[in-house]
C-alpha cells in the first residue's frame, strides 16, 4: 500500500509570525477531504463503499474485485458520519477569517464529482420552500462563517465595514447575482492593481447576519441549476460569494466604484465534474456539462505548472478561463488558499473518486506567497536615509551568512527530493493499477467474443441440420411416380443408385430411389420389376464417376458383372 500525500502545513499558523520581511514565507493550499455517506438510491441498488478512513488524515481506497489498496493523506479527512459543524470545525475556517480580518486574502473552494455534496457542505441543503430557512445543524460552512464573523467584529476595538459580492460563471460567462436587474454577462478585465477583476460587479454593504443571509438566499435562488442522474438538484455553474472587510483607519478605493481595500474571503462553489454517459445529459445540459469540464481541465492544468519548482520563469495560463482568472490571486498569488474535496464511497463511481484524490493531491503541493496590503506609512526624514540604508545593507548581510552557516539547509533539499520521488512512485504504481485493470477488462472482452463466435457455429450448425431434417421430411411425404430427387447430403447432380451404399445416414438414403420402399442391406426387395429403370440411373453414375472419381470406375463395373441378373438385362459379358 503506497501513500500519497504532501508536507504538513498550516496556512495560519504558518503566518502568526506575520509575513514581515523581504522574503514571504510560501505556505501551501490546505485540503481537506470530506466523504459523503451513502445515499438511499445507492443502498437500495446494493452497492459497495470503497473508501476507509484510516484516522484522522489518510483516506485508504479499496478497488472492487481485489488489487492493492492506495492511501491518500491531507490535511484533514472526515468521514460520512461527521456533522456540519465537525466539518466546519476541521476546515479552519476561523483562522482563515482571522487573517482575513489582518488583511489577508483568503479563498475556501470546495472541489468535486457531481453528487458529491460540495453545495451542501458550503451552503447546506436546498430550502425546502421560499422564505423557509435551512435548521442550524444542517447549515453549511459559509452560514457558520458568517455568524462567527459578525460576532468577532463586534467584539473588535476599531470599526470594521463590511461588503459583499456574488456572481456565477455560467458557460464562460459572467453574471451578477445581486444585480437589481436582469441577469446579464459582465467582463472580466484585467490591470497591474487589482489583478483580474469583474467589471460593473455590484458590492452591497452590510451590518447584520439578517442582511448578509439574505443576499445568501437571493443568489442561491437565481443561481443555474438542474437535474440529472447522478444528482436532482445540480449546480450548473461556478459560484463565487467574496467578503470584503475593510477598517475605517485604510485608505479609501485606489480606483471609483472598484471593491474596499483591506482583507477579503472568497467561498467558491465549483460546478461538480462530469461524465454525459453517466448524468445521461443531452441538449442544454450536454452544453452546460462540456462547459463545466472545460473550465475545470484548465484550473487543474494551472494547477499542474505551479508544481514546477521553475514556475516564476514559466507562462501560467490564467487566461485561459473565466474561473483561472478568478481565481489566479488564490492559488499562484498572494492569497491563503482553503481547499475542501468531497467524493462518493460508492464503488460505482470509483473512477471519478480516485481523479478528485489526485487533483486535491496535486493542488495541496502548491505553495503561495501571502501578502497583506500596505498600509501607508510616513516618509522618513532625508537625514536618517543613510543610516537606513546602512542598516538594510546589514540585514542583507547578516541573512546571507546565516543561509551559509545553517547545518539543515541541504537536508532539506534533499528531504524534498526525496518526498518528490515517493509521490513520483506513486504515481506510478497508480498508472500501473490501472493499465492492469484495463489489460484485464479486454481479456474478458475477448473471452465474451470467442464464446459469442463459438455459440454463433453451433446455432448455424443447428439451423443445417433442421433444413436437412425438413427437406427429408417433404421427401418421405412425396408421392407419385417418377425419379426421386438427389440425397441433400450428397449434393450430386445425380440421384444415388440403390444398389450401392448410402453415403450418409439421412433417411433418404435408406430408401430406393425408384420405389422409394425401405432398403435391406441396401437392396431394394424389388429390384426385379425395375431393373431397366435402375440402369438408368447406374449409367448416368458411371460416367459422373469416370469424370469425377476415375478410381471408382473398376469396383462398380465389377459389382455390375459379378451380378447375372443384371448382366442378363443388360446384356454384360461376364468376362469384362
Known sequence: MEERGSPDGDPARNLEQGPEGPEKPETPIQVVLRVRPMSAAELRRGEQSALHCSGTRTLQVSPPGGGPD??????AVLDGARTQEDVFRACGVRRLGELALRGFSCTVFTFGQTGSGKTYTLTGPPPQGEGVPVPPSLAGIMQRTFAWLLDRVQHLGAPVTLHASYLEIYNEQVRDLLSLGSLRPLPVRWNKTRGFYVEQLRVVEFGSLGTLMEL????????????????????????????????????????????????????????????????GSHGELMLEANSINRSLLALGHCISLLLDPQRKQSHIPFRDSKLTKLLADSLGGRGVTLMVACVSPSAQCLPETLSTLRYASRAQRVTTRPQAPKSPVAKP????????????????????????????????????????????????????????????EKSQLQSSWDLACDEQRILAQQVQDLERRLFSACYLHQSGPGPAPPCPCVMA??????????????????????????????????????????LALCWPLLWALRIHRPDMVPALMEFLVSREDIARATHFPQEK
Open 381 to 440: 526624514p532625508r537625514h536618517l536615509e543613510p543610516e537606513l540604508l546602512q542598516l538594510q545593507e546589514e540585514n542583507r548581510l547578516l541573512r546571507s551568512q546565516l543561509r551559509q552557516m545553517d547545518p539543515k539547509a541541504s537536508g532539506l533539499s534533499g528531504a524534498r527530493v526525496a518526498w518528490a520521488q515517493r509521490n513520483l512512485y506513486g504515481m506510478l504504481q497508480e498508472f500501473m493499477l490501472e493499465n492492469e485493470r484495463l489489460r484485464k
Open 216 to 279: 445568501l438566499q437571493m443568489g442561491l435562488s437565481r443561481r443555474r441549476s438542474s437535474a440529472h442522474t447522478l444528482n436532482q438538484a445540480s449546480s450548473r455553474s461556478h459560484a463565487l460569494l467574496t467578503l470584503y472587510i475593510s477598517h475605517q483607519t485604510q485608505m479609501p478605493p485606489v480606483e471609483p466604484g472598484g471593491p474596499p481595500t483591506g482583507g477579503k474571503l472568497c467561498f467558491v462553489d465549483l460546478a461538480g465534474s462530469e461524465k454525459v454517459t453517466a448524468t
Open 70 to 75: 492506495v492511501a491518500f493523506r491531507f490535511g
Open 493 to 534: 447432380p445425380l440421384p444415388l443408385c440403390h444398389a450401392l451404399p448410402s453415403l450418409c445416414s439421412c433417411p433418404c438414403c435408406h430408401l430406393c430411389p425408384l420405389c422409394r420402399a425401405p432398403l435391406a442391406h441396401w437392396a431394394c426387395p424389388r429390384r426385379e420389376l425395375h431393373l431397366p429403370q435402375l
